[in-house]
């Protein structure tokens, strides 16, 4: 895994081989993040990175100026992160170990952008978009992008904007 731009471009991250990881792939999040630069200003941005597995997309935002969040529940995950950030030396990223749904329900921290990479097959995942809402977790004008298989279709929930797919990662936004 690379990181695309920023301060920290062409930086690679190599998951250690006992992590089973299925990060965003580099087109994917090249196209993503194309797509948020017409959108938002990374430097003013306060972001959540729901499941954040190896934290890839974390540092991509961390890498455009963005203050970051990673919420992972996995302590090997969260301690390659921290790992990650350190060896890296961003400052701008911190990294919380706990459920995200707990973390959901506890929190009253609003964020500009939430960003959501969950277990594809997470029984809950269609659960995400009402509660991101239902806590009104973002501030006026954010964004909460989920992504997912093509087995989900979001179209129909309240507040979804568009769909975009990169090959078999589809990116649902909401407003």
């Known amino acids: 895994m690379r990181i ?5 471009k062409g930086r690679r991250i190599q998951a250690p081989a006992n992590l089973p990881v299925r ?12 797509v948020l630069n ?12 729901l499941f954040a597995g190896i934290g890839g997309i974390s540092y991509e935002f961390a890498s455009r100026g963005a203050s970051v969040l990673a ?4 302590p090997k995950y969260t301690d390659f992160i ?36 969950p277990p594809y097959d997470l029984p809950t995942i269609d659960l995400l978009p009402t509660l991101i809402f ?23 929930f309240p507040r979804f ?3 975009r797919k990169y090959g078999k990662v589809h990116f649902s936004f909401f407003i």
């Open 82 to 117: 921290k790992q990650t950030i350190e060896k890296l030396n961003i400052d701008n990223v911190r990294v919380m170990q706990t459920d995200v749904f707990a973390y959901l329900a506890k929190t009253r921290q609003t964020f500009d952008l939430i960003f959501a990479d």
């Open 71 to 74: 919420v992972e529940n996995n």
């Open 161 to 163: 904007s568009e769909l």
């Open 134 to 156: 239902e806590y009104n977790l973002l501030t006026p004008n954010g964004i909460f992008i989920l992504e997912h298989s093509e087995k989900h279709d979001y179209s129909t």
């Open 38 to 49: 017409n959108h938002v200003d990374f430097e003013e941005l306060n972001v959540l990175d």
């Open 23 to 34: 990060p965003t792939t580099d087109f994917a999040k090249e196209s993503l993040f194309n």
């Open 4 to 8: 695309i731009r920023g301060t920290l």
